[in-house]
């Protein structure tokens, strides 16, 4: 199965709605990142979270980590045109030289007008 | 200051070839990560290098290496090309690492293999 479990797969929504999108690891979590990828480009970092409870906000996006869940959520809020991509999560999970740095499948975001 | 950059950018080689990826990460940055993305496996980790030694690997084949110069400039190597290596490879730079703050990725260099 799965280290990091991303839902949903793909979000359809209308234009000023808001979203949630969220990442479950099967592991402890070191580290949990937020990345968004236009389509056939390159990724930008969202964000990146550390502690439990820690949440932070990015313009109109806000990420939450729940560590004891080892779950975290990224909602929009008012959502635009420009939002519209695909999400990646990533996660620590490791302490050692050769542990596992892991991403999730993506969450693909279309945008309504 | 220039962002992250990644040559070439396209590339095609046959089964059995081996390959050199370049990656110049942001001036002042010693941390460089490559990864590969895939429609079937999605994004996976290759290894991260920091100031001219590998610090974190993922788990991918021998045949899968790379290195860093003292200008922080890193290669990534692929010996032995397989139809299965067919795909986009990204770098990201960092100052300190990915686990200690911003990444910034390069356009990538989408390889093909026949």
């Known amino acids: 199965s799965q280290e990091l479990e991303q839902s949903p797969q793909s979000l359809i929504v209308q234009e000023g709605k808001n979203l949630t999108i969220n990442c479950t690891s099967s592991?402890?979590?070191?580290?949990l990142y937020w990345y968004k990828q236009k389509y056939g480009e390159g990724l930008i970092f969202l964000m990146m979270?550390?502690?439990?409870?820690e949440e932070k906000s990015h313009e109109k996006i806000t990420a939450k980590l729940d560590e004891k869940k080892q779950q975290s959520s990224l909602h929009i809020t008012a959502s635009q045109p420009s939002h519209a991509g695909i999400y990646l999560c990533?996660?620590?999970?490791?302490?050692?030289?050769?542990?596992?740095?892991?991403f999730g499948k993506g969450t693909r975001l279309h945008i309504l007008p | 200051k220039a962002g992250v950059t990644q040559t070439p950018r396209y590339l095609i080689k046959t089964r059995g070839q081996q390959v050199t990826l370049s990656c110049s990460p942001i001036?002042?940055?010693?941390?460089v990560s490559w990864y590969q993305q895939t429609p079937g496996q999605g994004l996976q980790f290759l290894f991260e290098?920091?100031?001219?030694?590998?610090?974190n690997k993922g788990n991918f084949p021998g045949r899968f290496s790379g290195r860093q110069f003292s200008n922080s400039r890193s290669e990534m190597n692929v010996s032995t090309l397989e139809l299965g290596d067919s795909a986009l490879y990204l770098c990201?730079?960092?100052?300190?690492?990915?686990?200690?703050?911003?990444?910034?990725f390069g356009p990538g260099t989408r390889l093909l293999v026949l």
């Open positions: 990201a730079s960092s100052a300190l690492g990915p686990g200690t703050g911003t990444q910034y």
């Open positions: 592991k402890t979590l070191y580290g």
């Open positions: 979270l550390q502690k439990g409870g």
């Open positions: 990533g996660a620590d999970i490791g302490m050692n030289r050769d542990d596992k740095i892991i």
């Open positions: 001036s002042g940055h010693r941390s």
């Open positions: 290098y920091f100031s001219e030694t590998q610090r």
